[in-house]
């Protein structure tokens, strides 16, 4: 089970893994805490671009061979670092929430499911978003109750991310509003990462799972993430995507691991 924040969330951290476990034979369930109706696109945030943003999430799961989509119906907290004060939030705001209440709701599907695995957030939830901490927090908790054995934080290497990142911003003129220096301090670290998943073989569904969210890739003017990764040039994308990275608590130092459920030897 992976558990994300907002519609789109999936095609950027777990696409590949989601794409690979299910050619695998796996039974691959994708929970998102919101619909995204906060998001960004030409359309007035609110219920109807939360619909938009599911139906998209509905597309991307197919392509990724999820077996089953559901949303625990949370308000998207919005786009600012702190989630806005509390009255620009709607009232059931995932940040908001009682997190022991949502926990419950979402070990409920991984019980349902008896899911082997869940996949969560860092605790700094990748590049801080308020819906992203509240995903490591809920998720954590949700295992616990559910007994669910394999955690994985879905996180991105921030080491070659930042060399990379500096390097295009040679030949390639990122938006203003995306600092490639807030990327030094995001994510992980390349030495606490214990799952290196080569995905390359699933290029091609994480790039149509990305091209899915079509909403979040044209509009907005403050967080372009998607739109500037759906631009980069496609061997670079390769290069860049090809590996998906995870942090499993708990496990000595060093362990380097390739597989979801490869386990460390003990
Ligand atoms: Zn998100």
Redesign the pocket.
Known sequence: MFF???P??EALLTAGTMAMLAAEGHRVVLVVATA?ER?LAEMEPGEELGETRMKELYTSAAVLGCARVECLGYGDSGLSPKGGSADERPDNAFIDADSEEAAKALAAILQEERADLLAIYDPAGGYG?P??VQVHRVGKRAAQIAGTEIVLEATVNRDPLVRLLKLASRFYTFPPEFDVRTFESAYSPGESITHRVNVRKYTKQKRASMAAHASQASGGDSDRTLAVLLKVPRPLYRFVFGTEWYVRRGLPEGTRLRHPFEQWPK
Request: net charge negative; no cysteine.
């Open positions: 994300h924040a907002h789109d969330d995204g998001g978003h819906d992203h």
